[in-house]
């Protein structure tokens, strides 16, 4: 498995990203190899941290039109896009 952190910045208060955070999640849901997905917030960074069976899946949703709408989203910045091995053992 290996796992993606998504995190940015943005001043968009968060019951006006309710629809849009749930039709990116809709969408998601179709990207091969994903396992799991999880909104993420800490004031005004907000992200996701998302599994997927492997990097070669996570690798290929970084370089969707999905992942590149998110980064193009206007209001968003500072992406950081951080990716880790998961260990399966431990987990």
């Known amino acids: ?3 993606i ?7 968009i208060p968060t019951d006006k ?6 039709d990116y999640a809709e969408a998601l849901r179709e990207q091969p ?3 799991t997905k999880t909104w993420i917030q800490d004031g ?3 992200g996701g ?14 370089a969707s039109d999905l992942a590149a709408g998110l ?4 209001g968003f910045d500072d992406f950081d896009v ?6 399966a053992d431990l987990s």
């Open 1 to 3: 498995m290996h796992a």
């Open 5 to 11: 952190m998504i995190t940015f910045s943005t001043s």
């Open 17 to 22: 990203l309710v629809g849009p955070f749930t």
């Open 33 to 35: 190899g994903l396992i």
């Open 44 to 46: 005004s960074t907000l």
């Open 49 to 62: 941290c998302h599994l997927f069976e492997d990097r070669a899946a996570a690798d290929a949703y970084l």
């Open 71 to 74: 980064r193009a989203t206007e």
């Open 82 to 87: 951080r990716g880790f091995d998961v260990l």
